[in-house]
């Protein structure tokens, strides 16, 4: 039973890192962005 749990829990984590890693990276490439879109004006 626990191990079921464990097994559901780890599941779960590994479908949530990537969109975490998604929302990292396009943070980061929005902030870039802004940088850019200031150094122009």
Do not use: F, G, Q
């Amino acid at each position: 039973r626990i191990s079921a749990e464990k097994r559901e829990r780890i599941a779960k984590l590994m479908l949530d890192i990537p969109h975490m890693r998604l929302d990292y990276k396009k943070r980061r490439w929005e902030k870039k962005m802004n940088e850019k879109a200031k150094e122009d004006k």
